[in-house]
């Protein structure tokens, strides 16, 4: 019987060499010169430290746009509040990794509201969809892709 996994997974390796690139654009634009502006990847979180609200809105476009030329998705970035300590401020992003039982539940219910004739079942932080014909489980493929959920999913384990 066909089935399929669907995850939410992100390249760590890929979003270190995006800090490290956003971090070579900081030190060569000209609206940072001369202020303490940085990126620091800690752990599963990348840290932003700036002078101002503003230079970190900035550097938030910096970091997304290295991202996507990572080729990260930038849908499973989650900003944390601004901290201020002194003149600076620093702010953690977050990347989302795993599928959260109210996000699988969403998709489950998405999927049996389509009456497709496949089923699914959570698996920790994944989900595992098993059909009959193929052509079914490329369109709960398509349904997920489609459906606007906050995150971005990929499917793997296809097995026929």
Partial sequence: MPSFDIVSEINKVEVSNAVDN???ELATRFDFRGVEASFELVAETVEMIGEGEFQLKQMMDVL??????RGVDTASI?????DRSGKLHKQK????EGIDQATAKKIVKLIKDAKMKVQTAIQGDKLRVTGKKRDDL???MQLVKGADLGQ?????NFRD
């Fill in 138 to 140: 490329q369109q709960v």
């Fill in 93 to 96: 992003i977050v990347f989302q």
């Fill in 64 to 69: 997304r746009n290295a991202c996507v030329k």
């Fill in 22 to 24: 956003a971090n070579r």
């Fill in 78 to 82: 989650d900003m944390q509040s601004i």
């Fill in 152 to 156: 971005p999913f990929q499917f793997e």
